[in-house]
């Protein structure tokens, strides 16, 4: 059986997948067919999109995660693309000419359906006042705004935002009144099973000290120099050594720490003793 996909829409999911992240399961579109609908959800841990591709589907149940590059080679053929739901398959057909593409992951994808019910149930039903704006506004969600568009036949599809408040700050939600198929989120998104030590902020003498100890410096009104890395702690050292890839602690929440440039980093051991006053 297949299911046809929209080619705007693989194209707006694939930039919110992962890039380069050591949880590999990111760094592609998972799909999923249950309950009678075909869901398609991109995430890179920051930003999700979920995509209702079919909401009448009548076949196996079925859940796939496909990789960038798969979905960039179907979406280049400029053929007609399908998702054949018993191989994982991508199938690219125009007229007698088909082509196949296999890219499945194999590993566990977050319980993003979840996350997403719980966004929903938060979004007012009646009318409210809320933000609309051009898609142009924002870098990424520009980009996917005028995807959308394009499939729309207009220049750029107007986006609402809604707000909610949430445990680590807030979570924009946005919806595209042109296609209320998809939804956008930027937030945080964690599986459970994860080791957070991904992201370091590594101080120049690679002594860890407590967290207590820096929240008082950068409460203090002091910025901490780290070298930063998102894949290794020894790589963070290396940047600490050569004062390459360095960030300002500035800020942090209840988890996390902040730099002076908004990025989040999950730790963060001291590096000099003189520290520079945050900018």
């Not at 799909?31 to 841990?45: C, P, Q, W």
């Not at 930003?47 to 960039?72: C, H, S």
């Amino acid at each position: 059986m297949l299911v046809k996909l929209n080619r705007n829409y693989l194209k707006a999911m694939r930039l919110v997948t992962a890039k380069e992240d050591i949880r590999y399961y990111l760094m592609g579109i998972y799909f999923v067919g249950a309950e009678g609908k075909v869901l398609g959800y991109a995430t890179d841990g920051h930003q999700l999109m979920r995509w209702i591709v079919e909401d009448d589907y009548e076949g196996d149940d079925f859940e796939y995660i496909i990789n960038r590059r798969a979905i960039k080679d179907a979406i280049k053929t400029k053929y007609d693309i399908h998702l054949n739901v018993e191989t994982g398959e991508l199938v690219c057909a125009k007229d007698e000419d088909f082509r196949s593409f296999k890219g499945l992951i194999d590993g566990k994808y977050p319980d993003v359906k979840k996350l997403v019910s719980r966004w929903i149930d938060d979004i007012p039903k009646e009318k409210v006042k809320s933000l609309i704006f051009r898609a142009d506004n924002l870098i990424n969600l520009g980009k996917i705004g005028k995807l959308v568009g394009k499939d729309s036949n207009t220049t750029t599809s107007p986006i609402r935002q809604y707000n909610r408040a949430s445990i680590s700050g807030i979570e924009n939600i946005f919806t595209f009144p042109q296609a209320n198929n998809l939804m956008y989120v930027v937030t945080n998104i964690k599986h459970e099973n994860i080791n957070d030590r991904e992201k370091y902020a590594v101080m120049m003498d690679h002594s860890a000290i407590e967290r207590e100890i820096i929240e008082d410096i950068v409460a203090s009104g002091f910025s901490i120099k780290c070298g930063v890395s998102r894949h290794a702690y020894k790589t963070a050292v290396r940047c600490a050594k050569n004062n390459s890839r360095v960030a300002f602690i500035v800020d942090y929440d209840y988890k996390n720490f902040i730099d002076n440039k908004g990025e989040i980093w999950d730790y963060a051991c001291r590096i000099e003793k003189e520290h520079d006053h945050a900018k």
